[in-house]
């Protein structure tokens, strides 16, 4: 722990990893299912408000789990600066640093395909998913990191109107529109009607989109929906995430007092739950995390500010930072507790059961899940730790 200390004081911020590493962990911490805990004790309300935190929500509203992403997109923007300025300290061209942003973004885009694609008989070509989300907005990103600072905040209004406006515009469904071949009920109570309507689930722009774009690739069958409503168009708004978290970065390495860094975090924080709050209550861009609209962008953001700003008290101003050095060794490899959780979670359990007996975590009864999660989740740990030892980091 001595070492990763000596680097922070060196000069990393070791919050914006700490952070990362905590949204990672929530990430990671899905193998311990508090769902079925919660089902086999109904009677516990703590494992009942665990469960809830666990999931998400199924189109209205924001759980601890629906921050996962946005705090992850935005962590992405917050780096930013400190990436170009490393860069430009080494006299790297900008088109070499562009050229190497492009490479990124397509390692990122690849490989949410391909673990979107294990277990299936062939290619699934699919944008929706963190990595690929993240890697389609980055080289946008990387250039707006260029630019002054009214320039960026433009480009953010630009991006939350322009992607709102899109949306209004894209005509309702007809009265013959079934939404049952779109994978919802028609008497599901998440449908709204006014403005809120053309952010229902399967029946708006990017739902539209998506029947078109996915279809160009090869596929088993044609594409006709997304369970869960998810869309590729929401890299864009996704882009508006990762901007408010340039921005912060921004800030944190001008220079400022810690306590006009903290003021600037918790007034951003503020002012996005409110207006986050205020679309949804209005109608006017209720905050739906599945499809990003402007109005999740600014609720999430809101949030991540705040979020941010705990870590950045606790670890950086106040200094209390043994604690935290867990979460730093999982931030520092963001990307590779990502793959592990994606690849090897049922290797590692079945892996225990073969050493120590098929029923070696039956005996802990309702707290399965816990034991064998946990077990996993110390094996994750531990190599991410040979990797920070090694110093070996695979992060965005």
Known sequence: ????????????????????????????????????????????????????????????????????????????????????????????????????????????????????????????????????????????????????????????????????????????????????????????????????????KNSNLAWAFD????????????????????????????LGTMVLGLQAGRWLRAGLPHGEILKRFLVAGAVGLATGWLLTITGISPSIKRIWTPGWVLFSGGWCFLLLSAFYYIIDVRQWRGWAFPLVVIGMNSIAIYCLVHLIDHFIIDTFKTHLGQTVFEQFGAYEPLASGGAALLVFWLILYWMYKKKLFIRV
């Open 211 to 238: 029947t078109w774009f996915l279809n160009l690739f090869p596929r088993a069958k044609t594409f006709l929906f997304n369970g869960g409503g998810y869309a590729t168009l929401s890299f864009i708004p996704t």
């Open 1 to 200: 722990m001595t070492t990763v200390l000596a680097e922070f004081r060196a000069g990393r911020l070791m919050s914006m990893d700490a952070y990362r590493g905590f949204v990672m962990f929530l990430m990671a911490a899905e193998i311990l299912h508090y769902g079925r805990i919660s089902e086999a004790l109904p009677d516990s309300s703590f494992w009942r408000f665990m469960a809830h935190h666990q999931d998400h929500v199924e189109w209205f509203g924001c759980t601890l789990h629906d921050l996962i992403q946005p705090s992850f997109s935005f962590l992405v923007g917050v780096a930013l600066p400190y990436s170009i300025a490393s860069r430009q300290a080494k006299n790297e061209p900008f088109g070499v640093m562009f050229a190497q942003t492009l490479r990124r973004s397509l390692i990122l885009i690849l490989l949410g395909i391909f673990l979107r694609s294990v277990g299936r008989e062939q290619t699934n070509f699919t944008f929706e998913d963190t990595l690929t989300q993240i890697g389609l907005g980055y080289p946008f990103l990387f250039l707006l990191g260029f630019r002054l600072t009214r320039t960026v905040w433009i480009a953010l209004a630009a991006i939350l109107v322009g992607y709102w406006l899109a949306f209004v515009l894209y005509p309702l469904p007809g009265p013959g529109f079934s939404y049952e071949a779109v994978g919802v009920p028609a008497d599901w109570p998440n449908h709204k009607t006014g403005i809120a309507a053309h952010f229902n």
